[in-house]
């Protein structure tokens, strides 16, 4: 015999809910007397979740041109949400942080197969930028470059949530501070040697090199000298 469940919508806002299902609110919204009407909910009401979708990334809101839905990205969420746990306790980066070297690790076959050749060629650049900053007068540590290299690995996954997740790591990663951590030139030239591997091997379509090599730097980092 079967049972039928009674299907349990998700539990948001009716702001939210509206956003959802009208396909024009890429391009406008109406007022928030109009919608205020629409929904049966108050203007006061209506702004306190408007305010809730703004701190979500979900709509654009601007005097002139009034509000329109964005595209959806889980990162503004997790970075909210990540930015509190830190300013309750810094440690919780090193948690997240092992998140992020799984979700990595796990995406890394599916991911490098989606690569352009364009892509390829960007990571090159990457590697090449990196190393001229490390070799430069003075040296220089290269964050923005290592940020760059491991977003783009996974760009073409096609995966809000992983985009988000991993967009949100390299927000907190700043936010502690490592952007600025230097920890040696020989430490650098060898976290950088592994990223010329996994770029190499993804050119070359050693995927398995790359993930290895992917998986040493990362327990190379968590072992980083003081």
């Known amino acids: 015999m079967m049972i039928l469940r009674e299907r349990v919508s998700p539990e948001i806002s009716e702001f939210l809910r ?38 979500l990334g979900l709509v654009d809101v601007r005097p002139r041109t009034g509000t ?23 440690s919780y980066f090193e948690k997240y942080s092992e998140l992020r070297i799984h979700i990595e690790t796990a995406y890394w076959d599916e991911a490098v197969t989606l690569l352009t050749e364009d892509d ?4 090159q650049n990457i590697i090449t930028h990196a190393f001229d900053k490390l070799r430069g007068n ?14 783009l690995i996974y760009c073409r996954l096609n995966n809000p949530f992983v985009a988000g997740l991993l967009e949100a ?9 490592l952007n600025m951590y230097a920890g040696g030139m020989d430490y650098l030239e060898e976290v950088w040697g592994y990223h ?10 050693n995927y398995a090199a790359g993930r290895k090599a992917l998986v040493t730097h990362i327990d190379l980092f968590a072992h980083r000298p003081s």
């Not at 390829?120 to 990571?123: F, G, I, T, W």
Request: with cysteine; net charge negative; proline share 5%.
């Open 169 to 177: 790591y390299w927000e907190a990663y700043e936010a502690v501070g």
């Open 138 to 151: 003075p040296a220089q540590v290269p964050h923005e470059e290592h940020r760059k290299l491991h977003l």
């Open 196 to 205: 010329k591997t996994m770029v190499e091997s993804i050119c070359n379509g």
């Open 18 to 55: 509206y956003l959802a299902s009208h396909p024009e609110a890429e391009t406008s919204l109406p007022t928030l007397s109009e919608l205020s009407r629409e929904l049966g909910i108050s203007v006061a009401g209506l702004r306190e979740q408007l305010e809730v979708a703004r701190a």
């Open 120 to 123: 390829k060629s960007e990571l």
């Open 68 to 90: 329109k839905r964005l595209a959806y990205s889980f990162a503004p969420a997790v970075k909210q949400s990540l930015a509190y746990a830190l300013a309750l306790n810094q």
